[in-house]
C-alpha cells in the first residue's frame, strides 16, 4: 500500500490567504508531483521534484510554488488564494528509474477558495 | 506532442456485463502504458500498465493490450462489478511525467 499522506484533506478558506498543502511520503522515493484535478477531469502537472533541492514547474501554469528540503516532505504553497485556485490537489512519488513508471498518489486536498 | 484520447463518460453498465474503455495515444517512440483508478473518496492507484508493443497488463480481472499499429490500449473487462464504479485514467510515461487522459467514470448499477 501507498505510505504517502496529504493534509488538509479539506480547506475552504477566504480569498487573500496564505496556505500550504502538506505532502509526506515513507517509501523514501527520490521523485515528487503536484496534479491539479478538477472533478471528472484529467490531471495536470504543476510542479515536480526528481530529489532534495529540485524543483521544476509542470506543464499547467501555478501561481503556487513548492520547496523540497527533504526527501520525504513536498509542500505546495500558495501566497495569495483566489478562487480560481479552487480546485483538487493530489501529490504523488515514484521511485521508478526504468521504464514503467509507477506513482503513487496521496488522497488529494480538496481547496474551496471563496 | 504526445496525447492521450479516451472515451467520454459515464460509462453506465448493469452487474457482469462486458467493459470496454478506448485509449488511444500519440507518441514518439515506445512509451510505457498504463490504466489508473480512482474510487470514489480515495487516491488513484495504478491498476495495470505494458511497457512494449504487444505487452497485456492485468490486474482484478481488467486487461489491456499495448497496440502499436493502432496506437491504441483499451480496459477490458469480462463482468464487472458495482466494486468496479470509479473513474479510469489511460496515461503514458513521456520523458519526465505522464500525459493523462480526461479519465473515464464508470457506473455499475446492482
Known amino acids: 500500500e501507498a505510505d504517502i499522506y496529504q493534509t488538509p484533506r479539506y480547506l475552504v478558506i477566504g480569498t487573500g490567504k496564505k496556505i500550504t498543502l502538506e505532502c509526506s511520503q515513507t517509501?523514501?522515493?527520490?521523485?515528487m508531483y503536484w496534479y491539479q484535478q478538477d472533478p471528472g477531469m484529467e490531471l495536470h502537472l504543476i510542479h515536480y521534484s526528481y530529489g532534495v533541492n529540485s524543483t521544476e514547474k509542470g506543464d499547467l501554469s501555478s501561481e503556487s510554488t513548492v520547496s523540497r528540503i527533504r526527501t520525504e516532505h513536498f509542500p505546495l504553497t500558495l501566497e495569495s488564494a483566489r478562487p480560481s485556485h479552487t480546485s483538487q490537489y493530489l501529490c504523488a512519488s515514484s521511485a521508478d528509474r526504468d521504464r514503467g513508471r509507477k506513482l503513487f498518489f496521496g488522497s488529494g486536498t480538496q481547496l474551496s477558495v471563496l | 506532442g504526445n496525447s492521450v484520447t479516451q472515451m467520454e463518460g459515464p460509462v453506465t453498465l448493469s452487474e457482469e456485463a462486458f467493459l470496454t474503455i478506448n485509449c488511444t495515444y500519440t507518441?514518439?517512440?515506445?512509451?510505457?502504458l498504463f490504466w489508473y483508478v480512482q474510487y470514489p473518496g480515495e487516491g488513484l492507484q495504478l491498476l495495470l500498465k505494458a511497457t512494449k508493443a504487444d505487452d497485456k497488463g492485468s490486474n482484478k480481472g481488467f486487461e489491456a493490450t499495448y497496440r502499436k499499429e493502432t496506437t491504441s490500449f483499451h480496459l477490458e473487462k469480462g463482468s464487472v462489478q458495482v466494486s468496479d464504479s470509479a473513474v479510469y485514467f489511460c496515461a503514458l510515461d513521456s520523458n519526465y511525467q505522464l500525459i493523462w487522459g480526461a479519465g473515464t467514470k464508470l457506473i455499475i448499477k446492482p
Open positions: 507518441a514518439t517512440g515506445y512509451p510505457s
Open positions: 517509501m523514501g522515493h527520490d521523485k
